[in-house]
């Protein structure tokens, strides 16, 4: 791998457990941006709207690198200093946690909610498992339906040829799109940072240049 990798999680991961009453669920997920991280965020706060706190954090790669947390009604330094506090530990980049909590009647003390979403952390974060990844891009490729089948040729075989290297020990490491089909083909592309002008250059030519990359 080059020199520009990273450490991130290799899937969602969760974890539960119980202190003095309370209940404690760890989310971990891996994202690519602050947008992606905000909508995980507000997609557990949605779902779990009855817990007492949802406490978030995230660390995500940019210039600089993003670091937010929130203590979310928890006594100040309790809760998302903690958690981020483990993503920072570990090294771990492009990553958001939750920790969900249910009050179980028992106040904790500050060292004892910071030893308890510090473990929801960790433990999410194992359950997840932590991989090397290499940078990655998006672009979207936008063709008329004649070259659709042309382009999605090429995005296969790039796939194909990811999944052949034995050396990825990330599975999310290689090329992966998604289609939308409206009254023109949209691809939408995610390909690591050093294979992405290739591929762009690659479906200019398949297409003779008709199909609009951005």
Sequence with gaps: MSDDTYR?????????????GSEFIGHAEPVESREQA????????????????????????????REWSSDDGEPSGSSGKPA????????IENVVVVVTRYYGGTNLGVGGLARSYS?????????AGVVEAEPHERFEITVEYDDSGTVRGVLESATRGARRDERAENPRDGVEFDAEYGEQVAFEVRVPEEQADALRDRIR???SGRAEIE
């Design 8 to 20: 991130t999680l290799a899937d969602r991961g969760q974890a539960a457990f119980e202190v003095r």
């Design 38 to 65: 905000e909508k995980f965020i507000e997609e557990i706060e949605l779902e779990y709207a009855d817990a007492t706190h949802n406490v978030p954090a995230y660390r995500v790669r940019d210039d600089p690198l």
């Design 84 to 91: 981020l506090n483990v993503l920072q530990q570990q090294d």
């Design 119 to 127: 473990q929801a952390v960790k433990e999410a974060v194992e359950a």
């Design 205 to 207: 030519s398949a297409t």
